[in-house]
């Protein structure tokens, strides 16, 4: 940190950090410069250009400057807030993640997408910004809880079908229901997603072409995460959302029954659930879908469609106008929330 010359360190810091991450963190930054603490709740709804604004003007009035670095220390959540104040102060500061869950150490610190939700649209305000650096500790994520450990190897299931499907048998002799992984297996998990997303990101590190695999399962998850109030956290909602896309692409006569079962079954080694909840509506759900921020990608065909990621075989995701994303009709989309919620 110190070769960063920074005058100060904005470290902002998800309120569900530890108090001894957070002493333990702020104590090695002030070693190096002065400090300014900032919090954010981890919650969905506070995930706004307000929460944004704030940070902004608590930054700037505590003697951030151009000089200043950012600090994300927390999840997924804190990482895309803090990310985007960094791009945003003076059009562009200096950002680094010290990531505490396994979710944003394999996943969100890997994209250089920073964002906010605007209204009932998830990630629809943000930029593209590259961290100077990504701190992940594995003493920190080998203390998590299962079920966040669980929410992470939903996104790593979707790297192996959706990009790496060669890496799908070594995904299953080491996921199991319990999530009790050792230091190193958490590492091997990690250079898999870094290994599966570069393999797309080097080529389009903006994800808007050959990226958008990335967003497989997305846009049905999106809206089963933000539906469910925050009940259902992003993993477990993306790994629904995948469910609901290999069911779609098996009604497009894309996705064989065999590759559709692989879905199932690499899920429920995850451990996490397969069914949505009888208490997210489809209509409701549907209306969530109609707001995807994947929107406008291809040209519009007709109201009745809908953008998405579908695979024709694993890691095969199909092309429409050199991208990977497909136009599908409502009713088919519908038809697959149905079918995993029976």
């Not at 993306?238 to 290999?246: E, P, R, S, T, W």
Request: net charge negative; aromatic share 4%; with cysteine.
């Amino acid at each position: 940190m110190s070769e960063l010359k920074a005058d100060r360190f904005c470290v902002v810091v998800d309120s569900g950090v530890p108090d001894w991450i957070v002493k333990r963190s702020v104590g090695a930054f002030e070693a190096v410069a002065p400090v300014v603490l900032l919090r954010v709740e981890a919650k969905e709804g506070l995930k706004s250009v307000a929460t944004l604004a704030e940070l902004a003007d608590a930054a700037v009035g505590s003697g951030v400057t151009r000089r200043s670095c950012v600090v994300a220390v927390g999840g997924g959540l804190v990482g895309n807030v803090a990310g985007l104040l960094a791009s945003l102060l003076f059009r562009g500061i200096r950002l680094v993640h010290v990531p505490t869950t396994l979710l944003a150490a394999s996943d969100s610190t890997l994209s250089l997408k920073q964002a906010v939700n605007g209204g009932s649209v998830k990630n629809i305000l943000g930029s593209y910004y590259a961290p100077e650096l990504v701190w992940a500790d594995l003493e920190v994520l080998g203390e998590l809880p299962a079920e966040q450990v669980r929410a992470a190897l939903c996104e790593t299931a979707k790297n192996v079908l959706a990009i790496v499907p060669d890496r799908f048998d070594d995904f299953l002799r080491i996921a199991r229901r319990e999530a009790d992984y050792t230091a190193s297996e958490l590492a091997w998990i990690i250079d898999l997603c870094i290994s599966a997303k570069t393999q797309v990101m080097s080529r389009d590190p903006k994800e808007r072409g050959a990226g958008l695999v990335l967003e497989y399962g997305h846009t049905v998850g999106h809206g089963i995460e933000l539906e469910s109030g925050g009940a259902i956290s992003h993993g477990p909602a993306i790994a629904l959302g995948m469910l609901v896309a290999a069911e779609v692409s098996k009604s497009l006569g894309l996705l064989n029954e065999g590759d559709v079962r692989k879905h199932w079954e690499i899920l429920s080694h995850v451990g996490v659930s397969c069914r949505i909840p009888d208490g997210i509506s489809r209509s409701a759900l549907m209306g969530r879908v109609r707001l995807d921020n994947k929107r406008g990608y291809l040209e519009p065909l007709s109201g009745v469609n809908m953008e998405m990621v579908v695979l024709q075989t694993l890691g095969r995701p199909v092309m429409t106008e050199g991208i990977p994303l497909t136009p599908v009709p409502h009713e088919v989309i519908e038809a697959g929330i149905e079918a995993v919620r029976r």
